[in-house]
Structures are given as structure tokens and as C-alpha cells.
């Protein structure tokens, strides 16, 4: 491709996302190790993963679930209606984000138990939906790790009666560091700023943090639970053992 036809904001845009990405790496590195404790300490002392998120957010929660290369006991804890976009309308989704007590009658009917670790994961933080299930999920004695931008806790309200947000109700908090709404592009021209990179930026967090629990796993002697992929040679027979050994603590269908 000749320089002529390179697009500069594709370029702005790669370069905005990197700048993220290393942003995170360097303030946020203590964290992710942190929170690679935890998720290596309930596969330790079996206990089961879970992750959660809403419209988009669902997206990097589905991301470390059944993944190649992934933990094979993290689960997604699913709330219908606002797993992605696959509602009609689409709206609907961000609608139940915001009705109180759903969170509550999803835990209550999830396998989820005491010592369990769930990653909650909410661009804002702000709607009732992820804040009611951090809230509810460390009532039953879960450890909940938040991912999140915390700059949202500063410049925008929480939508949720007690006035606070999904940072206030963590055992840790992972900041992705993502600028209130979201753009990092804007045009001359263009009404509207665009270049969402929060998809870039969480799903990179959580393999970050899924790393960090592998190698904290390898130094207690302890074989981390990992999926290979099934297009590879003899992938799936690997699963399949996997499968057998930890399949009291895994809830998707395989």
C-alpha cells in the first residue's frame, strides 16, 4: 500500500490504542498481578472463576471463556438480555442494566459459591446492574475483581440508588485507564468523536491477568488448568482430559 492511500486516523487511532495499552502495563501492573492472586488461589483451593459483563463489556468476559490458551474454569455468568448485542431492540440491553434486583435473582440461581472469584467487568460502572452484582456477589462470600474506568467514578453520576459505583464494591480494582465516553478520534467535520478502545484495552487486561495467574500457578508446583486449541493437532483430546478432571467446576457446555 503506497503512503497516498494510508489513512491517518487508522493510524491515530492504532496509536491511541497503544498508548492505552502501555498505560495500563506501567500503573496498573500491581494490580493485574493482584489480581492474578486471586484467580490462582480459588483454582488452587478449588474453587471456581466466573466472569461478567453487560452489552459490550459482555464481550471481554466471553473472551477468557472456553478460550484456547485460556483457564479452563473460567465461566461466564450470563444475565439474559444483556449478554452482547444480540437483542431486539438493542437498547433493551442497556435498559435492564439499569433495573434494580436483576443481579441479585441471577447470583441466587448460579452455581457460584463461597470462595468463588467473579470478574465484573463495566466500562462506566455506573448502572445498577453491575454494581448490584458486586455488591450481592461479595455478600455471598465471593471475591469480586472490578474492571473498569475509574475516571467514571469522578465525571459522570452513578445511576444506581446508593449513589456509588462497581469501584466501591471491589476486593480489587483493575482501572483501564478509558476517558469518559469512550473516542479517541475526533474530525473536523464530524459531529461526534469516535475510535471506541475499550474493547482493545479490557480484553488485553483480562489475558493479562489470566497470564499473571498461570505463572503464579506454575510457581506452586500446581499444572494450570489451560485449554489448546481445537485446530491444532491432538487439541482436542487434551480438552477432553481437562475436561474430565475439572468438570465439577466448569458450567458451559463442552
Known amino acids: 500500500m503506497s503512503s497516498k492511500s494510508e489513512s491517518k486516523l487508522a493510524g491515530q487511532y492504532f496509536d491511541a490504542a497503544i ?15 493482584e489480581a492474578g492472586t486471586l484467580l490462582a488461589d480459588a483454582v488452587a483451593s478449588g474453587g471456581r472463576l466466573f466472569a461478567f459483563g453487560a452489552g459490550h463489556s459482555s464481550l471481554a468476559a466471553q473472551d477468557v471463556v472456553y478460550r484456547a490458551g485460556g483457564l479452563a474454569l473460567m465461566n461466564l455468568l450470563a444475565v439474559p438480555g444483556v449478554v452482547g448485542v444480540d437483542v431486539m431492540p438493542a437498547t433493551l440491553g442497556s435498559a435492564l442494566e439499569r433495573v434494580d434486583g436483576l443481579a441479585g435473582a441471577v447470583l441466587d440461581s448460579s452455581p457460584a459459591r463461597p470462595g468463588d472469584v467473579l470478574v465484573i467487568i463495566s ?10 452484582m458486586a455488591m450481592n456477589a461479595r455478600a455471598l462470600g465471593l471475591k469480586v475483581i472490578g474492571v473498569t474506568s475509574v475516571a467514571y467514578a469522578t465525571e459522570t453520576r452513578s445511576r444506581h440508588v446508593s449513589g456509588t459505583f462497581l469501584k466501591d464494591h471491589c476486593d480489587l480494582v483493575v482501572d483501564s485507564k478509558i476517558a469518559v465516553g469512550d473516542a479517541e478520534l475526533s474530525l473536523d467535520g464530524v459531529d461526534a468523536p469516535f475510535g471506541p478502545a475499550s474493547g482493545v ?20 508446583g500446581i499444572q494450570p488448568p489451560l485449554l489448546r486449541s481445537g485446530n491444532v493437532d491432538g487439541g482436542h483430546d487434551w480438552n477432553g482430559r481437562v475436561f474430565q478432571e475439572y468438570g465439577d467446576r466448569i458450567f458451559y457446555r463442552r
Do not use: C, K
Not at 123 to 132: A, D, I, W
Not at 201 to 220: C, D, G, K
Open 19 to 33: 498508548d492505552l495499552l502501555q498505560r495500563v502495563r506501567d500503573e496498573e501492573s500491581g494490580t493485574i498481578a
Open 123 to 132: 466500562l462506566s460502572g455506573r448502572n445498577s446492574l453491575p454494581v448490584e
Open 201 to 220: 484495552v479490557t480484553n488485553a487486561l483480562m489475558q493479562a491477568m489470566t497470564a499473571s495467574a498461570v505463572e503464579q500457578l506454575t510457581s506452586r
